[in-house]
């Protein structure tokens, strides 16, 4: 029975590949560092899962009741081994941490030098979404504010501002390998690059209330010249709802 959970466990893991229930499609620039973070892990974790339990079941096997009639003979530790058992998973640890290094400042600290492309605030349970308006400046009147649906243009650097106007929410797309919490107060930075259009799931990665499972958006990828006519069209429906007079801003 318990050689059974080793072999169970490798085989859940190995038909949820074989089923595609699995990672999505890796459609950015940067997804196939963090990947292969996430495969260097888990072979490092199910080898390690596996031989315990293999060892485990060995012994069980080898010293069960039947055939070992002699009492049981008990030792008081052994110095030597536990400094062998500390070491090494601290060593694995700090290794993993070095190795890490470079994937997490390509994707957390190297923030590009350039305008953001789109504004996303989080709220209780939803995406706004804000790009620039005519005037290419953030936080201006004649932004275009949409909801949910995030476009972008593909082949293209984005950086985009996280925020939250309530509580804590993560802004998460499997499928750009990009999953970042959006903290009150604060304006993070993120950047990608998406590589092939389509559209792609967009969900809350933060347990942030009662609604958070509809928390759903969805991320359109498109040409730059559909993404340009999307957002020229979204710009005069906007502007067709407001007086007349309201229209030249700062
Ligand atoms: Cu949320």
């Known amino acids: 029975m318990f050689l059974l959970v080793p072999i169970l466990g490798v085989a859940c893991f190995w ?7 699995w990672l999505p499609e890796d459609i950015s620039t940067h997804g196939h560092e963090i990947d292969h973070l996430f495969y260097f892990i888990l072979v490092l974790t199910g080898v390690v899962f596996v031989a315990t339990e ?81 005037d290419n400046r953030l936080g201006t009147q004649d932004d275009i504010h949409y909801v949910n649906d995030l476009h972008l243009p593909v082949d293209e650097e984005i950086l985009l501002n996280l925020k939250s106007m309530d509580v804590l929410h993560d802004f998460f797309v499997p499928a750009l390998r990009v999953k970042q919490d959006a903290v009150p107060g604060n304006r993070i930075p993120m950047w990608f690059r998406a590589k092939k259009t389509g559209t792609y799931d967009l969900v809350c990665a933060e347990l942030c209330g009662w609604g958070h499972y509809k928390m759903k958006g969805r991320v359109t990828v498109e040409s730059r010249s559909d993404y340009n006519a999307w957002l020229a069209n979204l710009y005069n429906e906007q502007q067709a709802t407001q007086p007349a007079a309201a229209e030249p801003a700062e």
């Open 15 to 21: 038909y949820s590949y074989e089923i595609g229930y």
């Open 54 to 134: 293999v060892v485990m079941f060995w012994f069980m096997w080898k010293y069960d009741n039947k055939t070992n009639r002699e009492p049981v003979k008990y030792t008081h530790g052994s110095h030597n081994l536990e400094i062998v058992w500390t070491i090494v998973p601290a060593a694995t640890l700090v290794f993993i941490a070095i190795y890490q290094m470079n994937a997490w400042a390509e994707v957390k600290i190297r923030t590009p030098q350039m305008p953001p492309t789109v504004e996303v605030t989080a709220r209780q349970f939803e995406w706004r979404i804000r790009y620039p308006g005519p």
